[in-house]
């Protein structure tokens, strides 16, 4: 039978190197200054492998030299025991994953990963489907629950008027159920969740509301310069418009992005709106903006309170650490405050509209530079590989214009060039130079 016995196992003492006790039928006992250990030792397509059956004593003798005749058993019946533990292994991780939450966790756990979503949409997936699914087939078998489960599902969502939010859920739960196809978990003909699942309408495009007329920008200039609420709050509220950048842009402003002696604010690939891998890709640059001189002002006014470091826009609400940054809602507030509906006046991302709208019929200047501003990429063929232009120079003169416009009509006057371009008489645009 073997070679090896108990008595002998337990007397081998370890050295600093490791060695092998021969047992017979490919079975082998490593031993380690760390510990002894079973290894079948084979070769596969002539190829040499080591399969471990465990450690020693916790695999006793006897219960290895079984593995091992298992093992030549396979081998002669031409399977590679290898593969046959690794299936079994596949076969028992799919066996866990018994209920429709359970594969949906697991489906989300490996997307997250393989798309390398953010953390903020990873949990804005999970919360879609512990709100809307979980509660009423989350314990049951995938196999076994019938289509109209998951079409109660989505048509409660949807009952409710939140139809984008049916969308996202039906489109997270059809790739659970492609997830369970994929491992084995459900037969391709049993899933039957796809893009027409529930009959859903498409839903209805909305844009941000935004200001385009000029007498009521001026009037919105006149209230925010008005604004009776808090210093931090009005800053921001003053240089929404005239910057147009996204509102999550300047609310994680820090001051450690902002070049006051060259007037140049860099915000971050972490702090734009971008895939993630992007954002960590240090190829990626930095989005450059020029600060015109009211920017400046206002900056100078806030750097006291703010400054010299941390957000530029700090909340100040005595529940948060001195480092915490202003909440996403406060611009929207103070816009209510102020009597102005934020679904169909003007919302905090509406002055990117209104900006990217009036510049380009008031003052004159080309969609390219406009677009740089508000960090889109080029709409050319292949733009977001070799169109790397800045226009940097050219937005400088841009961005100071454009602020120029801002105080005019905040003194309810029309600028003479704004007029021009009411009457069809539009000054050249200007010629594009790479800075």
């Known amino acids: 039978m073997g070679q090896l016995s108990e008595t002998q196992i337990k007397a081998t003492k370890s050295g600093p190197k490791e060695f092998f006790l021969n047992d017979g039928d490919n079975l082998f006992l490593r031993v380690r200054e760390t510990g002894k250990a079973w290894i079948y ?41 290898r593969e046959v533990r690794r299936q079994q292994e596949e076969q028992a991780r799919v066996a866990q994953l018994n209920t429709v939450e359970r594969l949906a966790r697991a489906w989300h756990a490996s997307a997250k990963k393989d798309r390398e979503w953010s953390d903020g949409y990873a949990e804005k997936v999970i919360r879609h489907l512990e709100i809307h699914v979980f509660p009423w087939v989350g314990d049951q078998s995938i196999e076994t629950i019938p289509p109209t489960e998951i079409v109660r599902c989505l048509h409660r969502i949807k009952d409710r008027g939140n139809l984008e939010t049916a969308q996202r859920v039906r489109e997270a739960v059809q790739h659970v159920y492609q997830y369970a196809v994929d491992i084995g978990a459900l037969e391709p003909a049993k899933n039957f969740v796809n893009k027409n699942t529930g009959g859903l309408p498409p839903p209805r495009s909305r844009h941000f509301a935004a200001i385009t007329e000029p007498e009521k920008l001026g009037q919105l200039m006149r209230d925010i310069q008005a ?13 929404a418009p005239m910057m147009f950048q996204r509102p999550g842009q300047i609310r994680f402003a820090d001051w450690e992005d902002i070049s006051l002696d060259i007037k140049l604010w860099r ?3 972490e702090k ?30 806030l750097y006291p309170l703010t400054g010299p470091s941390g957000p530029v826009f700090r909340s100040m609400s005595r529940r948060s650490e001195k480092s915490r940054y202003m909440s996403e809602n406060t611009v929207n507030a103070a816009l209510r405050a102020m009597g102005y509906d934020t679904k169909e006046d003007i919302t905090g991302h509406g002055f990117r509209a209104t900006a990217r709208t009036m510049i380009r019929e008031y003052l004159g200047w080309d969609p390219d530079v406009i677009e740089r501003h508000l960090a889109h990429v080029s709409d050319e063929e292949l733009g977001g590989s070799y169109d790397r232009t800045t226009f940097l120079t050219q937005r400088r003169e841009m961005v100071q214009q ?24 539009r000054p050249p645009a200007p010629k594009a130079r790479h800075a």
């Open 402 to 425: 454009w602020a120029d416009f801002l105080d005019d009509l905040q003194a309810r006057k029309m600028p003479a060039q704004a007029e021009n371009v009411l009457r069809f008489v």
């Open 41 to 81: 030792r084979y070769e596969w397509e002539k190829k040499p492998i080591k399969l471990g059956f465990g450690p020693y004593p916790a695999v006793s003798l006897a219960l290895a030299r079984a593995k091992a005749r298992e093992a030549n058993t396979l081998r002669a019946s031409g399977l590679d025991p």
């Open 272 to 301: 734009m709106k971008m895939r993630e891998w992007q954002k960590r890709d240090s190829r990626t640059p930095a989005h450059l903006v020029p600060l015109p001189r009211q920017a400046m002002e206002i900056l100078q006014e």
């Open 227 to 239: 604004y009776k609420g808090a210093f931090i709050t009005r800053c921001a509220l003053r240089l």
């Open 267 to 269: 915000c971050p690939p």
